[in-house]
Every structure is written in structure tokens, then in C-alpha cells.
Nanobody, 116 residues
Framework: VQLVESGGGLVQPGGSLRLSCAAS????????MRWYRQASGKERELVAT????????SYASSVKGRFTISRDNNKNTVYLQMNSLKPEDTAVYYC??????????WGQGTQVTVSS
């Protein structure tokens, strides 16, 4: 199983970024996917979840209305569109899949920095 995130970077407050997570090594279309983030000195927190078909999505209250999780099962990729970014969104963002061969898998993370 491999998860590779991309799309992070430095953005000004109010700006947007789109993160991608390319998955391989498992049947992507059969698994729920999640995005987490971890700010410096803080615990990792769940940001967004999407069902295997994309029909169900949920968000942390801190990002609801600003972030959108989506997936393309033909491309084995999950996305996180982040709009109206705030300095408090600064963190390393990770994608996650759970339950593949009874294990959790994580990507290497992508840094998002929101600063003027």
C-alpha cells in the first residue's frame, strides 16, 4: 500500500489549495479515505472523511464550509480542496486508509503554510 500526497505549499490567508493523494497497492474503490492534519506541537486531527463511493462525506467543524473532500476512483486519487484558508490551517496534511489487511496506512504528508 502506498499513499502519496501532493499540492501543499505557502498561501496567503483567504487563499486556496488543492491537495491530492495518489493511492496504490489496494482496491481503492472499496475503501473509505480520510484526510488528517497535524500542526506543530499538536495532536493529529481528523479533517475530512469520504466513503468508498464518494456518496457520504464528513468534516471537522473547524473546516466545514471551507474544505471539500472528493475522490476519483478511476484515478485512485482522493482530493482535499481548501478554500478561505486561515493561519490556523497551517499543518502537515496526511491521507489515510484504514482496514487494508487489518492495518492503517499513511502518506508521508504535505506541508500547508498559511501566512502573509
Amino acid at each position: 500500500v502506498q499513499l502519496v500526497e501532493s499540492g501543499g505549499g505557502l498561501v496567503q490567508p483567504g487563499g486556496s489549495l488543492r491537495l491530492s493523494c495518489a493511492a496504490s497497492g489496494f482496491t481503492f474503490s472499496q475503501y473509505l479515505m480520510r484526510w488528517y492534519r497535524q500542526a506543530s506541537g499538536k495532536e493529529r486531527e481528523l479533517v475530512a472523511t469520504i466513503s468508498s463511493t464518494g456518496g457520504a462525506r464528513s468534516y471537522a467543524s473547524s473546516v466545514k464550509g471551507r474544505f471539500t473532500i472528493s475522490r476519483d476512483n478511476n484515478k485512485n486519487t482522493v482530493y482535499l480542496q481548501m478554500n478561505s484558508l486561515k493561519p490556523e490551517d497551517t499543518a502537515v496534511y496526511y491521507c489515510n486508509v484504514a482496514g487494508v489487511s487489518k492495518s492503517d496506512y499513511w502518506g508521508q504528508g504535505t506541508q500547508v503554510t498559511v501566512s502573509s
